[in-house]
Each structure stands twice: as C-alpha cells, then as structure tokens.
C-alpha cells in the first residue's frame, strides 16, 4: 500500500522556526548573564556594607597584658592584643592594637610608619584601641587615671576619625582620644555601630583597669 503524502493548503518552512527557536536561546542567554552579574554586584555590595572583620563578644573572662614592666591594663579574654612590630626611634613608638575584631590585624613593617593608627577596615560593633608612647604633652590635663594626670579628649564622630581605621556605612562610629602622663601612653579608640553604648562600656572597663608600677 502506497502511503500518499498530505497537501496543505499554505507553503510550510521549518526554517523560520529554527532561526526563532535560535534567537530565543540567545536572548535566555543574555538575560542569564544579565541577572549573574546583578547576583555578583549585589552580593559584592553586601560584602562591602558588612564591614571588615565581625565583632567577638564586648565582656567576658579578662586577661592582663604588660609593656615593659610599668604599664599594664586588662582586657576581655576573647580579644586580641597584637603586639605592634614597631621600628626603633620611631615616634610615636607603637606598643599594641586591643581589639574584638575577628580576625585581628596583622602588623607589617610594610605599613608606612607615620600611619598611627594602622590602617583598619572595622565590621559592625568592633571596638579597636590603638596604644603608643608619645613624648608630646597635652596642653592641659583634666582627668586623673590610675594615679595620673591625664587628657581625655571630648568624643568626636566619624568626621573627625582617622581616615585609616574605618567603620561600615551607617553603622555608626565613635572615636575616642586619651593620653596619660608619666609616660605618656596615647591611646587612640575607634567604636563602630550600631551600639555604641556596648563599646563604650567596655572601652571605660578597659581604661579603669590601667595600672602603672613605676
């Protein structure tokens, strides 16, 4: 039996069809590209709204940490204090960075020396207290810490913050500048957001702690 072939009323080409079907997939293609570079930049802009390092725990169990034998204060066990790589006859002399940053920084030699405080990229509610020994005096003192006359300076905002240690936008962020005499040690706090009180708790438990045996 002879199969007959069906005649329709109108010309049918395939052809048309595969280019459609061709230029479907390109535009599907396009549009994934479109929305995985949207997925990148956005995922990039949240890292960079995140902050740095994230914040350990404000208080806990402390530690004490000593310079030279005559200073010395104690911390929450759960921060870090990098002893800072400081060069010889370098003014100020940096002592250490006292932070809940996780993870802390690293001191490098590379790091210009002038820059004090070291250059810092903060998360949310990290506090960082950068400790040196200065040889300039305040023009007055109107504090007294552990004994010593010392200078408290009024908190400043993030417009007056060093332009190395940075917090994340809208986070919010404190700085806190204080100098105690005999010795001179210049302890330089930035406190990042959004609690502010929290940090600035712990930083006044941590300056209360300053002891001196000289």
């Known amino acids: 039996m002879r199969a007959q072939s069906l005649k329709l009323p109108f010309a049918f080409d ?7 079907g061709t230029r479907r997939g390109r535009v599907l ?5 479109v929305l995985l570079l949207g997925l990148v930049t956005g995922l990039a802009l949240a890292l960079r709204s995140a902050g740095g390092p994230t914040g350990g725990p404000l208080t806990g169990p402390l530690a004490t940490a000593r310079y030279r034998g005559w200073f010395s204060l104690r911390y929450p066990s759960g921060w870090s204090y990098v002893n800072w790589c400081s060069e010889p006859m370098t003014v100020p002399f940096e002592i250490a960075v006292l932070t ?6 690293k001191c490098s030699l590379r790091q210009p020396v002038a820059v004090w405080p070291p250059a810092q990229h903060l998360g949310a509610n990290v506090v960082s207290i950068s400790l040196a020994e200065v040889s300039t005096r305040p023009m007055r003192w109107n504090a007294r810490i552990a004994g010593r006359p010392a200078y408290i300076a009024p908190r400043a905002s993030a417009e007056y913050s060093s332009p190395e240690v940075t ?3 809208r986070a919010g962020q404190e700085e806190r ?14 406190i990042c957001g ?3 009180a929290a940090g600035n708790v712990a930083v006044n438990r941590i300056l209360a702690s300053i002891r ?3």
């Open 100 to 105: 809940n940053a996780r993870p802390a920084p």
């Open 177 to 190: 500048d204080l100098v105690i005499g005999a010795g001179l040690i210049h302890a330089w706090t930035t």
């Open 29 to 33: 293609i396009s549009l994934s590209v």
């Open 194 to 196: 959004p609690d502010l």
């Open 167 to 169: 917090c994340p936008a």
């Open 14 to 20: 395939p052809r048309p069809r595969v280019k459609w």
């Open 212 to 214: 001196f045996k000289r």
